[in-house]
């Protein structure tokens, strides 16, 4: 399965294409499931961008407009289980918020005294004559687009606060992710080895394909007749490999050709000593890699989605993805040490209506252009 592959500029929390140039995010289509290869990158003194380690303990994707305020609907508070206040629209006036309040039986123990509208739509300040966080929460929600009714306690000048706050729910939203190491390098043969045939003068080499994948970091080794090669890195090339893979003999003769035909893969010609002969597959001993690409995917195939595109063939929303940083390997999985949270990215990303859906499956093929005979 194809993934989409990010690369963030981690110095200017922004995607980024491999060599830095401005990124453009591919459309995707309501009710898929994408996979995304998260790459970070930082950026040196002089402007180069390199690959850079991101010790990941949590990460959240999440596309919609989080935090902004629903558009229609209404909802109920209580300040107990047992009662609930008159409903409140979305866009209700400080006084009526702070009328359904003191409406209520159990406001004689807490004592609301001010309410004060932000100038931030669906968002509200309120202050009880009461020392402490009071259970203020909410009873029914019928707010639209989905949303939570969010209440936040904070002290302030010595006082209690509480914010009131309607914000939408994302769209999409995953809270999890993986490590995919990328493939190791492998040999395959394209061509056995075999002696010249009785009054022909062509030998036939054996040639093997050393495959190095592209998202391979690290370093190996090339084993061939109980002896090994120097190291090799992903900087090696075709003489490289080749010199590395001849001076496993001491004696300078040549017993190795390497090209590079195709993407990813270095032939490996036997020559010499070596030609017009069978030979085993060489083998590859990987030393060191990197650790494994971040994955995460996120469902599509959401009632929200579905619900912001009913009106429209696709729409823009806000992408954005958080996550919880740590300095070094070790600390990931140690929860005593404090990570920190940062913001990769935010960027938007364009969803189109599907023009197949499953029901199409359960409907028989029927050829419209021959209409039905009696």
Request: hydrophobic share 40%; with cysteine; proline share 7%.
């Amino acid at each position: 399965m194809s993934k989409i592959t990010l690369y963030v500029d981690l110095s200017r929390r922004t995607l980024v294409t491999r060599d830095g140039g401005t990124f453009t995010m591919p459309q995707i289509t309501l009710g898929d499931y994408p996979t995304f290869v998260l790459k970070p990158m930082e950026r040196s003194s002089s402007g180069t961008l390199t690959n850079a380690e991101l010790h990941l303990r949590t990460l959240r994707a999440s596309i919609g407009a989080v935090l902004t305020p629903p558009s229609s609907g209404a909802f109920t508070l209580r300040l107990s289980p047992n009662n609930s206040s008159a409903s409140l629209a979305f866009n209700a006036s400080s006084s009526a918020i702070k009328s359904a309040i003191i409406a209520l039986p159990e406001n004689a123990t807490y004592d609301l005294v001010d309410v004060q509208s932000s100038p931030e739509a669906g968002c509200w300040l309120l202050r009880f004559n009461y020392t402490g966080e009071v259970p203020l929460s909410v009873k029914t929600n019928r707010l639209s687009p989905s949303s939570f009714v969010r209440v936040r306690a904070f002290v302030k000048n010595g006082q209690w606060w509480h914010e009131l706050r309607l914000i939408q729910s994302p769209l999409a939203f995953t809270g999890s992710h993986e490590r995919v190491l990328a493939d190791a390098p492998s040999v395959r043969r394209i061509r056995e080895g075999s002696p010249r045939v009785e009054g022909s003068s062509i030998n036939t080499n054996e040639v093997q394909a050393l495959r190095v994948p592209d998202d391979f970091v690290g370093t190996y080794y090339l084993q061939f007749d109980y002896r090994s090669s120097r190291l090799i890195g992903i900087e090696d090339g075709p003489e490289e490999i080749a010199d590395a893979l001849n001076a496993m003999w001491t004696d300078g003769k040549k017993r190795f050709v390497v090209t590079n035909p195709e993407e990813e893969n270095a032939y490996i010609e036997f020559v010499g000593e070596l030609e017009a002969s069978p030979q085993p597959l060489i083998t590859v001993s990987v030393h060191t890699f990197r650790q494994g690409e971040i994955n995460f995917s996120i469902n599509l195939e959401t009632a929200e989605l579905a619900a912001a595109l009913r009106d429209v063939p696709s729409a823009q929303f806000p992408f954005e993805v958080e996550a919880e940083v740590v300095d070094t390997a070790e600390d990931v999985g140690n929860q005593l040490v404090q990570g920190s949270i940062i913001t990769l990215f935010s960027a938007p990303i364009t969803i189109v209506r599907e023009q197949i859906w499953d029901e199409l499956a359960t409907v028989p093929a029927i050829d419209w252009m021959r209409p039905p005979q009696p």
